[in-house]
């Protein structure tokens, strides 16, 4: 009977195992409840090169935000990179009708950094054309412009594939303009780094390199993802807003 009670016992436990490990995860959820819901761009600067820009960092991982006179006089930048926080300033004035092109200086860790950020007179392409940040070479950054009607969201996040490869993903987007620009660079690497976009649509990230694949999904502040490329290798993503 005590034999019997005992395998009885067993077999209903790898029951209630089996089960479990077969019930499929709910998809991921995440809240930045350090982020901005409203942009920080305000109207009269949509069309100008004053205003906010943000962006995303690789090399290592990070975010970065420029203002350039959004609400006054002040230019400054503020970059966040593996968590350390860094203050930069710029001496250049904005112009009206100029492009605008400057360094932005400060210190990491006790060295100096230096950034230069250019944008067109009407807020167009804007670009960081040299970087100079002590333990980071090679930095790489994709910048968008936030207006008044379109909140700007940097992401951070990883990706692996079937190959086996693995490395970071960073990505920023608008979803008011069902817009995202992506870059990615292999773990190990200093100096290469991969950038792709798309659009949005119903919260799906759809990527025009790969055939207009969704390549990932928003849950509110959380992106995850998992897809096969061109090449037939398998890629997932992972990602958490953070700016």
């Known amino acids: 009977m005590k034999k019997n009670y005992f395998l009885l016992a067993t077999v209903t436990m790898l029951i209630f195992t089996a089960c479990k490990k077969d019930k499929a995860p709910a998809t991921p959820d995440y ?9 920080d761009a305000i109207a009269a600067n949509n069309s100008l090169g004053k205003g906010i820009y943000k962006g995303v960092i690789i090399g290592s991982t990070g975010t970065i935000m420029f203002d350039i006179a959004n609400n006054g006089t002040a230019i400054t930048a503020v ?5 350390v926080t860094v203050n930069l300033t710029s001496s250049v004035l904005w112009v009206s009708g100029q492009a605008y092109v400057s360094p932005f200086t400060g210190t990491l860790n006790g060295q100096a950094v230096s950034i230069t950020f250019s944008v067109g007179a009407t807020g167009a392409t804007p670009t960081v054309t040299s970087s100079n940040i002590p333990g980071h070479a090679s930095a790489s950054f994709t910048i968008i412009k936030e207006t008044s009607a379109s909140l700007v969201e940097c992401f951070e996040g990883t990706y692996s594939t ?3 490869e693995t490395g970071s993903f960073n990505i920023i987007l ?5 817009i995202w620009s992506g870059i990615a660079r292999k773990t190990g690497t200093t100096t290469t780094s991969t950038s792709v976009r ?9 990527d025009s390199s790969q055939n207009n694949r969704i390549i990932g999904t928003l849950n509110n502040d959380a992106l995850n993802g998992s897809f096969r490329d061109n090449n037939g290798i398998t890629i997932t993503l992972t990602g958490k807003r953070s700016f």
């Open 31 to 39: 809240t930045c409840t350090t982020c901005k819901t409203t942009p």
């Open 162 to 164: 079937t190959l086996p």
């Open 79 to 83: 970059m966040v990179l593996d968590g």
């Open 174 to 178: 608008s979803r008011s303009l069902a």
């Open 198 to 206: 798309g659009t949005i649509t119903n919260n799906n990230l759809i």
